[in-house]
T-cell receptor, first 119, second 115 residues
C-alpha cells in the first residue's frame, strides 16, 4: 500500500521569503502522479502543482516549484516570494497509474503541513 | 461556471438518523469520489465512481453508501450515522480516470456533526 508522509506539521515564513515543505512517499509502483493541494481557511481544496513520475523535469507554477527525487521518493514544494495569501494547510498527495494506462483515481494524502506567512 | 457543489454545507444530526449529502458537478466528468478529512489524518477516500453505475470502495467505506445513477450526481448516504462519522466531507470529480492529468476538482466541503 502506498503511504505519504509530511514530516512538518507546522511551519512559518516571513513574507517575501522562500519556504520548502517536505513530502516523502512509499510505493512499489514505477508510474504514478504526485500533487500538492492547498487548503486555505475557507477549506476549499485547491490544486497547486502536479508532477508525473515519468518526467524528470521538475514542475513549476509561477512562485511554486517542486523538487522531485524519484529514487529517494521525495517530493518537496518550494514557495518563493511568500505572500500572506499563501497561509494555508498544504497536502501532498499520490495517485498510482493504473494497469490499463489510466489512473486508479484514488488520491492518497499526507496529513498536511500548516503554513503561516507572517508580515 | 465549472464547479462541484455539495449540500448541505453544514449539518448537525443525531445518531441513527439517516442522511444524504448530495454532490453534483457540471463538467461532464466521468470520475467522482468522496473523501473525509479528520484532524491529523489528512483526507481519506470513502468511495469512488469511475462512471455511471460503477462504484467501488475506497479506504474507509464502512458506514457509508453511494449511488451513481446519473453522470452529474454522486450522493453520499449515511444510513445510521454514528459520532465517529463526525467529519469534514469532500466530493471531488475529474474528467476521467483514464485521462491525464487526472486533476480532481473538489467541492466546498460539508461539515457533519453527529451527536
Amino acid at each position: 500500500a502506498q503511504t505519504v508522509t509530511q514530516s512538518q506539521p507546522e511551519m512559518s515564513v516571513q513574507e517575501a521569503e522562500t519556504v520548502t515543505l517536505s513530502c516523502t512517499y512509499d510505493t512499489s509502483e514505477n508510474n504514478y502522479y504526485l500533487f500538492w493541494y492547498k487548503q486555505p481557511p475557507s477549506r476549499q481544496m485547491i490544486l497547486v502543482i502536479r508532477q508525473e513520475a515519468y518526467k524528470q523535469q521538475n514542475a513549476t507554477e509561477n512562485r511554486f516549484s517542486v523538487n522531485f527525487q524519484k529514487a529517494a521518493k521525495s517530493f518537496s514544494l518550494k514557495i518563493s516570494d511568500s505572500q500572506l495569501g499563501d497561509t494555508a494547510m498544504y497536502f501532498c498527495a499520490f495517485m498510482k497509474h493504473g494497469p490499463s494506462g489510466g489512473s486508479q483515481g484514488n488520491l492518497i494524502f499526507g496529513k498536511g503541513t500548516k503554513l503561516s506567512v507572517k508580515p | 461556471e465549472a464547479q462541484v457543489t455539495q449540500n448541505p454545507r453544514y449539518l448537525i444530526t443525531v445518531t441513527g438518523k439517516k442522511l444524504t449529502v448530495t454532490c453534483s458537478q457540471n463538467m461532464n466528468h466521468e470520475y467522482m469520489s468522496w473523501y473525509r478529512q479528520d484532524p491529523g489524518l489528512g483526507l481519506r477516500q470513502i468511495y469512488y465512481s469511475m462512471n455511471v453505475e460503477v462504484t467501488d470502495k475506497g479506504d474507509v467505506p464502512e458506514g457509508y453508501k453511494v449511488s451513481r445513477k446519473e453522470k452529474r450526481n454522486f450522493p453520499l448516504i449515511l444510513e445510521s450515522p454514528s459520532p465517529n462519522q463526525t467529519s469534514l466531507y469532500f466530493c471531488a470529480s475529474s474528467l476521467s480516470w483514464q485521462v491525464v492529468p487526472y486533476e480532481q476538482y473538489f467541492g466546498p466541503g460539508t461539515r457533519l456533526t453527529v451527536t
